[in-house]
């Protein structure tokens, strides 16, 4: 199983960035699909951007789209997600998320690792 461990929230005002970053670690890295999720309180957790290793294909989720991007660099076992345009509502626990499998799914269970998350706080 691949161990997730994710960095780089913090505070931003709204219209600023981020980029967060997940490390992942104890399994084939390059065999698993890397998405994030993002859970604010009281809210379900919320997919947000997924690549595919094979292809290096990427989807979105709404809310998101055109203000985020994924990546991921196999050589430092990392994927990454820029944060632009940053929104208040965009506030929440980010989570990094694996699945062994090269299907892209933005459904949470089907995701088999999770890492602990990095909050991401967006001011008005």
């Known amino acids: 199983q691949v161990q997730l461990v994710e960095s780089g929230g913090g505070s931003q005002q709204a219209g600023g960035s981020l980029r967060l970053s997940c490390a992942a670690s104890?399994?084939?890295?390059?065999?698993?699909?890397l998405a994030w999720f993002r859970q604010a309180p009281g809210k379900e957790r919320e997919f947000v951007a997924a690549?595919?290793?094979?292809?290096?294909?990427?989807s979105y989720g709404n809310s998101v789209k055109g203000r985020f991007t994924i990546s991921r660099d196999n050589a430092k076992n990392t994927v990454y997600l820029q944060m632009n345009s940053l929104k208040p509502e965009d506030t929440a626990l980010y989570y990094c998320?694996?699945?062994?499998?090269?299907?892209?799914?933005?459904?949470?269970?089907?995701?088999?690792?999770w890492g602990q998350g990095t909050q991401v706080t967006v001011s008005s």
């Open positions: 998320a694996a699945r062994s499998t090269g299907i892209i799914s933005s459904q949470s269970g089907a995701y088999d690792s």
């Open positions: 104890g399994g084939t890295f390059s065999s698993v699909v």
């Open positions: 690549i595919n290793r094979i292809s290096y294909s990427t």
